[in-house]
Nanobody
Framework: QVRLVESGGGSVQAGGSLRLSCAASGDAYSTYCIGWFRQASGKEREGVAAITSMGFGGITTQYADSAKGRVSFSQDNAKNTLYLEMSSLKPEDTAMYYC??????????????????????WGQGTQVTVSS
């Protein structure tokens, strides 16, 4: 069982930045695919980004087209915490953001990460609100 706890959401103006945190139990970051998803009011949940260190090429990251160039990952291994650094935020980024973990880490190596049925564990979410 993996427990995920998100934090770091808040209200910012367009063009601003936020750093979301995902604290995980156990060794999820070293053996799972970890992803961030978001769900805006009235819309379906969608992928933002994903990361794994399990592939032969080392760390692999995936980004949704809407996130490319504006988000990146960082982590604090001592705290078992993964961060999603978001910049140049837009009002359309307003949503509840969720951290997720997938046992089948290989989904992180392709667009398969966007298939939400493959994700086994979810956090409770953290709200991001971007005003214009």
């Amino acid at each position: 069982q993996v427990r995920l706890v998100e934090s770091g959401g808040g209200s910012v103006q367009a063009g601003g930045s936020l750093r979301l945190s995902c604290a995980a139990s156990g060794d999820a970051y070293s053996t799972y695919c970890i992803g961030w998803f978001r769900q805006a009011s009235g819309k379906e949940r969608e992928g933002v980004a994903a990361i794994t260190s399990m592939g032969f090429g080392g760390i692999t990251t995936q980004y949704a087209d809407s996130a490319k160039g504006r988000v990146s990952f960082s982590q604090d291994n001592a705290k078992n915490t993964l961060y999603l650094e978001m910049s140049s935020l837009k009002p359309e980024d307003t949503a509840m953001y969720y951290c997720a973990a997938a046992r089948r880490w290989s989904i992180c190596l392709s667009d398969s990460w966007l298939r939400q049925d493959d994700w086994n564990y979810w956090g409770q979410g953290t709200q991001v609100t971007v005003s214009s």
